[in-house]
């Protein structure tokens, strides 16, 4: 299953609102759809699963929807700490894929 | 919950080279484990699953047959044996967690081990 992210790139202010998309090429299983972080020089860090459950510690300015091939991470207002790069991962059929990445950037 | 992996270095193509993952303050024999990689300046890209017994494994198609995925749960910690390695196997290699017994998302991180193929 190949998983593909847009944008590739998005450039926004702190404080703006970020939706970061990732389609499936095929249905992967209900609700086996995780979002992760990584910042430069760190390990990705686990922000939601299950399509839109999110991970202990993780604000609620984030949240996650969607269902079949189509799900969206959101963000409702950027925080300094939120610029990094998101990946998806599908984990209801092996083998397990990622998606290439959003890059969230400062504009 | 701490992953610490070990074992990268530089590497001559054709040779190679076993990486560790050892796990402490969770119940290790309780949890399946993933290898995932990173190439510099690349995304991520899923290697590979064991489950929690180490009687199950999964594998991505590019690297099935030449990377083996394996765990000794007396000593916590899990294993990548990567043969055959090609300069493209060059990346960052993390291991993580699985939230359940097997086949579901990894929540916790190890820190990465480097592994460089080159001549």
């Known amino acids: 299953i190949v998983l593909t992210q847009s944008p590739a790139t998005l450039s926004l202010s702190p404080g703006e609102r970020a939706t970061l998309s990732c389609r499936g090429s095929?249905?992967?299983?209900?609700?086996?759809l995780a979002w992760y972080q990584q910042k430069p020089g760190q390990a990705p860090r686990l922000i939601m699963f299950?399509?839109?459950t999110r991970a202990t510690g993780i604000p609620d300015r984030f949240s996650g929807s969607g269902s079949g091939t189509d799900f969206t991470l959101s963000i409702s207002r950027l925080e300094p700490e939120d610029f990094a790069v998101y990946y998806c991962?599908?984990?209801?059929?092996?083998?397990?894929?990622f998606g290439p990445g959003t890059k969230v950037d400062i504009k | 919950v701490q992953l610490v992996e070990s074992g990268g270095g530089v590497v001559q193509p054709g040779r190679s080279l076993r990486l560790s993952c050892e796990g402490s303050?969770?119940?290790?024999?309780?949890?399946?484990m993933h290898w995932v990689r990173q190439a510099p300046g690349k995304g991520l890209e899923w290697l590979a699953v064991?489950?929690?017994?180490?009687?199950?494994?999964f594998y991505a198609d590019s690297v099935k047959g030449r990377l083996t995925i394996s765990r000794d749960n007396s000593r916590k910690t899990v294993f990548l044996q990567m043969n055959n390695l090609r300069v493209e196997d060059t990346a960052v290699y993390y291991c993580?967690?699985?939230?359940?017994?097997?086949?579901?998302?990894?929540?916790?991180w190890g820190q990465g081990t480097l592994v460089t193929v080159s001549s």
């Open positions: 993580a967690r699985d939230v359940d017994r097997a086949w579901n998302h990894p929540d916790y």
């Open positions: 303050g969770f119940t290790f024999s309780g949890y399946g």
């Open positions: 064991i489950s929690y017994n180490g009687n199950n494994e």
């Open positions: 095929q249905n992967f299983g209900p609700e086996t």
């Open positions: 299950g399509a839109y």
């Open positions: 991962l599908q984990y209801g059929s092996t083998p397990f894929t």
